[in-house]
Structures are given as structure tokens and as C-alpha cells.
């Protein structure tokens, strides 16, 4: 706003304003003449401090000022890349918070600004928690939560021990990746009681280099025993959970996203590896998905889709109560594999499908399943060019018009129905 002089007055010098005066009619002096913008831009400026501090307009309240300015004054702003430690500063000393609650207390008292962010670099070391740790915040896009580097590579597909899928040999295999991956992770975050780990409820959070820890029971309040619950989309950049009683990752109506190339590991996890209701995970080029010893179902896709640039799934358990499959999709669940797909030594079927859903999953593996490599009751699998052998019972099983594309696989073993021909059950296996 700039200042706007008496009408007919001459432009003064600069700093300089001419002042207002009154007129009066017994000396006959003209009293100055106030421009529109005297009044317009005045009103303006007021207004846009009232709406900047998130109030309505009203003639009927005339603090609204005093309101907006008592609001603004107490905000404060994160405008440049600022990191903070906790647990352990960097060469082990005095933090700057002694948890993560204390680190999302204090950075909820700012705005991060899009030219802000915050890093809560996470020392070296094994930290328990005892409650869950929830992600709120406005600009929880701007936040990063990160473990200290890596002690080696990034885990890979090969160093996920599995050994089979009974009870007693995915007990062995969840205590060697468990050894595993804390010799490659240098942060872990432990949480104890069966509770659940991390809870986001705002948009874009980052968690990058961590190992997240389970209990391997389910605690007593709702939703207790899953290692990253998501009502909010997440990014994640290397991260492995492991031992969560319930599921290791439960997203609702939302998406998991890679950052990089770096993998996601969930291991050793009771009922689910992954639940997607809605919603979907996203992977990158070139990262794996990995998914190994889990009680029930490896990755249930439940509406929603998972886009893997490879993805393994093995070690799955219970053969009872639709368990013992290392994926499922049902209600139009959609899984696609860019790279590859290896379904292995899971104790009913690698890839299960059911209704109007959808798989592409060529140039994949199918194999030592304890009945099927792929089973069908709807929809459509396209895994041209992959590999069957050594499941169980049969190959490829296709019922309820499924259709089931296997141009260019090796099938070792049989199928139902056989390939190229319609089955009782409406389902055809192209090969």
C-alpha cells in the first residue's frame, strides 16, 4: 500500500507527505479532498491481514484485527533445509530431541514453507517405544525422518533367509533376518506390547534408512500390531519392518510411494506382509519389493494395485482361512511387475486371484508352492515367458472364466484346465 495524498496536492519530495487539513469556512480555507484510495486500499490491506490469519470477514466483529494480528504474531516459519538429531547427535552427543515425540511436538508449532523442509536425522542404535509414533502435520511433506547410513549395501532378495513355510522353519528363518537386517541397518526403532509402530494421518511424510521392529504379538488397542499404518500417502526410501503381529504395512484409501531405488523389506510379519484396501503402493526403477515369512498372506491387494520393478514373495504360512498365498488381489485388485516376480515356497498358491482383478507378472518365477504356482476364480494373468515348477498340485489352475496368459512359459507339471482348451469351468490357459 502506498500512501495517497490529498487530491490537487503536488507530488511532495521523497519521505516527505503532506498532511490533511480540515476545512474551515469563517477563513474561507478548502479542507483537502481524500482520493478513493484513501479508503479503498486501506480497507484492502486490513482485509488481507484478517483472511491471511484464516478468519472470516465480518461488519457484526470489530476485533477482527487485533484476532488476525495475535494469530500471525504466534506462527513461526521453517523457510530453509534445516536437520535435527535425536536419540544421538552425530559423534553421540546431546541431541536435539530425546525421541521422535519430542521432534513432531516441536515441529508442530512451525510452518515448513515450500522453500523449507526438516530432516530429524535418527542416531545410530537400537531405540524402544512403548506407544505408537504418529506423523501429523500440515507440511508432513516436508518432513524427513531418517536413520543413520547403512552398514553395507541395501538388503537384496538372496539374503532374505527362507527355508520354507511351516511354523517351525518360518520361526528360524524371522530370527536370521532379523540378524540380517540389523547388520545392515544402522537405526532401528523397536516398539514393543504388541502396539502398532508408526501412524500417518498427513500427506508426503519420508522414512529413510530405518529398520522398524516388532514384538511379534498384537497389543490390546484397536488396530495394535502393525508396523506402519497409513490413513495418508508415505514415501519411504530403504526401509525393512519386521515382526509386527498383525500386518506389516495396513494402507487405507491411500498410497505407499518409493523414493529411490532402494528397497522395501517386510519380514516375519503374523497375518500380513502388505494390505492395501484402496488406495495402492508404488514402487521405483529398479527397487525391490521383498516380502518374506509372514503368517497368512504375503500381499493381499484388496481394490487397489501394486506396481513392483521386481518383487519377491515367499516363505507365506497358514494353509487355513484363505491363507498361505504369497499375493492375492480380490475386488478388482491389480498387481503389475515391470521387471519380474519370484512367488516362491509359499504353503497354497504364489499368485491368487479372485473376481474382476488383473495380474501382469511375466518373465516371473512360480515355484515350490505347496499347490499352486497360479489360481484363478475370475479375471486375467498375463505371465508370458515366466517359469512353473515343483508347486504342489498344479501349475496353473483357471476356473469362472479366467483367462490366464502363459505364451512362452516353461510349465513343468500340470494345469486345469489343460492349456489351449475351455475348461468345465470357463477358464482357459493360453499357451
Given at each position: 500500500?502506498?500512501?495517497?495524498?490529498?487530491?490537487?496536492?503536488?507530488?511532495?519530495?521523497?519521505?516527505?507527505?503532506?498532511?490533511y487539513i480540515?476545512?474551515?469556512?469563517v477563513?474561507?480555507?478548502?479542507?483537502?479532498?481524500?482520493?478513493?484510495?484513501?479508503?479503498?486500499?486501506?480497507?484492502?490491506?486490513?482485509?488481507n491481514?484478517?483472511?491471511?490469519?484464516g478468519?472470516?470477514?465480518s461488519?457484526?466483529?470489530?476485533?477482527?484485527?487485533?484476532?488476525?494480528?495475535?494469530?500471525?504474531?504466534s506462527?513461526?516459519?521453517?523457510?530453509?533445509?534445516?536437520?535435527?538429531?535425536v536419540?544421538?547427535g552425530?559423534?553421540?552427543?546431546?541431541p536435539?530431541?530425546?525421541?521422535l515425540?519430542a521432534?513432531?511436538?516441536?515441529?508442530?508449532?512451525?510452518?515448513?514453507?515450500?522453500?523449507?523442509?526438516?530432516?530429524?536425522?535418527?542416531?545410530?542404535?537400537?531405540?524402544?517405544?512403548?506407544?505408537?509414533?504418529?506423523i501429523?502435520?500440515q507440511?508432513?511433506?516436508?518432513?524427513?525422518i531418517?536413520g543413520?547410513?547403512?552398514?553395507?549395501?541395501?538388503?537384496?532378495?538372496?539374503?532374505?533367509?527362507?527355508?520354507g513355510?511351516?511354523?517351525?522353519?518360518?520361526?528360524?528363518d524371522a530370527?536370521?533376518q532379523?540378524?540380517?537386517?540389523?547388520?545392515?541397518?544402522?537405526?532401528?526403532?523397536?516398539?514393543?506390547?504388541?502396539?502398532?509402530g508408526?501412524?500417518?494421518f498427513?500427506?508426503?511424510?519420508?522414512?529413510r534408512?530405518?529398520?522398524?521392529?516388532?514384538?511379534q504379538?498384537?497389543?490390546?488397542?484397536?488396530y495394535?500390531?502393525?508396523?506402519?499404518?497409513?490413513?495418508a500417502?508415505?514415501?519411504?526410501?530403504?526401509?525393512?519392518?519386521?515382526?509386527?503381529?498383525?500386518?506389516?504395512?495396513?494402507?487405507?484409501?491411500?498410497?505407499?510411494?518409493s523414493?529411490?531405488?532402494?528397497?522395501?523389506?517386510?519380514?516375519?510379519?503374523?497375518?500380513?506382509?502388505?494390505?492395501?484396501?484402496?488406495?495402492?503402493?508404488?514402487?521405483?526403477?529398479g527397487?525391490?519389493?521383498?516380502?518374506?515369512?509372514?503368517?497368512?498372506?504375503?500381499?493381499?491387494?484388496?481394490?487397489?494395485?501394486?506396481?513392483?520393478?521386481?518383487?519377491?514373495?515367499?516363505g507365506?504360512?497358514?494353509?487355513?482361512?484363505?491363507?498361505?498365498?504369497?499375493?492375492?488381489?480380490?475386488?478388482?485388485?491389480?498387481?503389475?511387475?515391470?521387471?519380474?516376480?519370484d512367488?516362491?515356497?509359499?504353503?497354497?498358491v504364489?499368485?491368487?486371484?479372485?473376481?474382476?482383478?488383473?495380474?501382469s507378472?511375466?518373465?516371473?518365477?512360480?515355484?515350490?508352492?505347496?499347490?499352486?504356482?497360479?489360481?484363478?476364480?475370475?479375471?486375467?494373468?498375463?505371465?508370458?515367458?515366466?517359469?512353473?515348477?515343483?508347486?504342489?498340485?498344479l501349475?496353473?489352475?483357471?476356473q469362472?472364466?479366467?483367462?490366464?496368459?502363459?505364451?512362452?512359459?516353461?510349465?513343468?507339471?500340470?494345469?486345469?484346465p489343460?492349456?489351449?482348451?475351455?475348461?468345465?469351468?470357463?477358464?482357459?490357459?493360453?499357451?
Amino acid at each position: 500500500m502506498d500512501y495517497s495524498q490529498p487530491y490537487g496536492t503536488p507530488t511532495p519530495p521523497p519521505n516527505s507527505y503532506p498532511r490533511y487539513i480540515n476545512g474551515n469556512p469563517v477563513t474561507g480555507t478548502e479542507g483537502s479532498i481524500p482520493p478513493a484510495t484513501a479508503f479503498d486500499e486501506d480497507q484492502i490491506e486490513i482485509l488481507n491481514v484478517i483472511v491471511q490469519a484464516g478468519l472470516t470477514p465480518s461488519h457484526t466483529d470489530l476485533t477482527q484485527l487485533w484476532q488476525a494480528l495475535q494469530a500471525l504474531f504466534s506462527r513461526r516459519y521453517i523457510t530453509t533445509d534445516i536437520t535435527k538429531t535425536v536419540h544421538a547427535g552425530p559423534t553421540g552427543g546431546t541431541p536435539d530431541f530425546p525421541d521422535l515425540f519430542a521432534a513432531m511436538n516441536w515441529v508442530q508449532g512451525y510452518t515448513i514453507t515450500n522453500t523449507g523442509s526438516v530432516t530429524f536425522l535418527v542416531g545410530p542404535g537400537k531405540w524402544v517405544y512403548t506407544q505408537t509414533f504418529e506423523i501429523i502435520h500440515q507440511n508432513a511433506n516436508r518432513i524427513f525422518i531418517q536413520g543413520a547410513a547403512l552398514k553395507g549395501g541395501a538388503p537384496t532378495p538372496g539374503n532374505i533367509t527362507c527355508t520354507g513355510y511351516s511354523a517351525a522353519a518360518r520361526a528360524v528363518d524371522a530370527t536370521n533376518q532379523l540378524v540380517y537386517l540389523r547388520s545392515t541397518f544402522s537405526t532401528e526403532l523397536q516398539f514393543t506390547s504388541g502396539v502398532t509402530g508408526i501412524r500417518v494421518f498427513d500427506v508426503g511424510c519420508t522414512l529413510r534408512y530405518l529398520l522398524i521392529t516388532g514384538s511379534q504379538d498384537i497389543g490390546p488397542a484397536p488396530y495394535d500390531g502393525r508396523g506402519i499404518e497409513l490413513y495418508a500417502d508415505l514415501w519411504h526410501d530403504c526401509l525393512a519392518i519386521w515382526g509386527f503381529g498383525d500386518r506389516g504395512v495396513s494402507s487405507w484409501d491411500c498410497t505407499m510411494r518409493s523414493a529411490t531405488s532402494l528397497p522395501l523389506v517386510i519380514c516375519a510379519c503374523g497375518q500380513y506382509g502388505m494390505h492395501i484396501f484402496g488406495g495402492g503402493y508404488i514402487g521405483n526403477y529398479g527397487q525391490d519389493l521383498i516380502v518374506a515369512s509372514c503368517g497368512v498372506v504375503g500381499i493381499r491387494i484388496f481394490g487397489g494395485y501394486c506396481w513392483a520393478e521386481r518383487l519377491t514373495v515367499k516363505g507365506t504360512g497358514s494353509t487355513s482361512g484363505g491363507g498361505g498365498n504369497g499375493v492375492d488381489s480380490l475386488q478388482g485388485g491389480l498387481l503389475l511387475c515391470e521387471t519380474w516376480a519370484d512367488l516362491h515356497q509359499n504353503a497354497v498358491v504364489g499368485y491368487y486371484c479372485i473376481g474382476a482383478c488383473s495380474a501382469s507378472v511375466q518373465n516371473s518365477f512360480f515355484q515350490n508352492n505347496g499347490y499352486y504356482g497360479i489360481a484363478t476364480s475370475g479375471g486375467n494373468v498375463y505371465c508370458y515367458g515366466s517359469v512353473f515348477s515343483g508347486n504342489g498340485s498344479l501349475a496353473i489352475l483357471a476356473q469362472e472364466g479366467a483367462v490366464v496368459n502363459a505364451i512362452g512359459a516353461s510349465i513343468s507339471g500340470t494345469t486345469s484346465p489343460p492349456v489351449n482348451t475351455n475348461g468345465a469351468a470357463n477358464g482357459y490357459i493360453e499357451h
